[in-house]
C-alpha cells in the first residue's frame, strides 16, 4: 500500500525559494461541510475558523509576506441574521484568541471593506488587535470583511475623482499607480495566487483589480478540511507554474537565466 504523504514530506518537496509573496483565500463550502454531517452551518464556521489558523501559521512559517482572507463578502449581509451574527461572534472570539500569537509572530493584523457596516463590539476588537499589531514586520494578515471588489474599485473612483475636483490631482496622472494606491489594498503586493476550496470556479467579486496577474487554484476540499497539509500542496503547485505576464516562456527562462 502506498503511504500518505505526512506533512514533513510534503514540505520537502515545496521549492521555499518559489513561494507567492502574496496569498488570498476563498474559504467556501463551510455550510456545506456542517451539512454533509448532519450539523449546523454555524459549526462548519467554526471548523473553518481552525482552518484559518493553520493557514495563518503555515504562511507565516514558510515566509509568505502577506494573507489575504475573503471572510465575508459585501454579499454575505443577505445571510439569515442568526448565521451573520454567528460568524461576527466567531470573528470577535478569533481576534482575542489569536490577538498573543500574533504579537509574537511578528504578524500585523489588517482588515479591508466597509467596515463603518460591522457591528460595533466587531469594529472594536479588529481596531485593538490592528493597532496592538502595527509594528508586526513578518506578515500581514488582511481580512476582507463587508468586501466586495466592485464596490472597492467605486470608492477608489470616487477618491481620485474628488482629488481631481480639488485641483490636487490632473485627469491625465490618473494612471495604473494612482489608481493602485487608492484601493483598500494601497500598501499591498499584489496578489500572486488565489486558492478557493469547495469546487466553485468563481471569484466572486474579489480583488479584482488586484488579481489581474494571479495564478489561480481551485481545490475540492471544503475549507474546514483545508489544513496544513493541504495549503503546502497548493504552494508546491504554484512554485511549479511559470508566471509569464504576458511575455512568452522563453523570454521569461531567459530573463530567470540572466538574473
Ligand atoms: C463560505 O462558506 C464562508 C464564509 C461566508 C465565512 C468564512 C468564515 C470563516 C472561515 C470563519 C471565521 C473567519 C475568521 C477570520 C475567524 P459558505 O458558508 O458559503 O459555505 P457553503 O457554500 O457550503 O454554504
Known amino acids: 500500500m502506498t503511504k500518505e504523504p505526512n506533512l514533513s514530506d510534503l514540505e520537502s518537496r515545496l521549492d521555499k525559494s518559489s513561494l507567492p509573496r502574496h496569498v488570498a483565500v476563498i474559504m467556501d463550502g463551510n455550510g456545506r461541510w456542517a451539512q454533509r454531517q448532519g450539523l449546523p452551518r454555524v459549526r462548519g464556521h467554526e471548523a473553518g475558523a481552525e482552518s ?12 509568505v509576506e502577506a494573507l489575504t482572507l475573503y471572510a465575508f463578502s459585501e454579499e454575505n449581509w443577505a445571510r439569515p441574521k442568526a448565521e451573520v451574527a454567528a460568524l461576527w461572534k466567531l470573528l470577535g472570539r478569533f481576534l482575542k484568541q489569536e490577538r498573543a500569537e500574533m504579537l509574537a509572530q511578528g504578524i500585523r493584523l489588517n482588515a479591508i471593506g466597509s467596515l463603518h457596516k460591522l457591528p460595533t463590539a466587531t469594529a472594536q476588537a479588529l481596531r485593538k488587535v490592528m493597532a496592538d499589531t502595527a509594528g508586526g514586520r513578518q506578515m500581514v494578515l488582511t481580512l476582507a470583511l463587508s468586501y466586495g471588489g466592485r464596490q472597492e474599485l467605486t470608492e477608489a473612483a470616487h477618491r481620485l ?3 481631481v475636483a ?5 485627469p491625465e496622472d490618473v494612471d495604473e499607480a494612482a489608481v ?11 496578489v500572486d495566487f488565489l486558492i478557493r476550496t469547495s469546487g466553485e470556479l468563481r471569484v466572486s467579486n474579489f480583488l479584482l483589480w488586484q488579481m489581474a496577474y494571479a495564478e489561480f487554484y481551485f481545490t475540492e476540499l471544503h475549507f474546514p478540511d483545508f489544513r496544513e497539509a493541504a495549503l503546502v500542496e497548493a504552494l508546491t503547485e504554484y512554485a511549479r507554474r511559470q508566471r509569464r505576464f504576458g511575455q512568452t516562456g522563453q523570454q521569461v527562462e531567459e530573463a530567470a537565466r540572466g538574473r
Open 52 to 63: 484559518v489558523r493553520a493557514v495563518v501559521r503555515t504562511c507565516r512559517r514558510l515566509g
Open 161 to 163: 475623482c474628488r482629488r
Open 166 to 170: 480639488a485641483g490636487q490631482l490632473r
Open 180 to 190: 493602485a494606491a487608492s484601493l483598500y489594498t494601497h500598501d499591498l503586493p499584489d
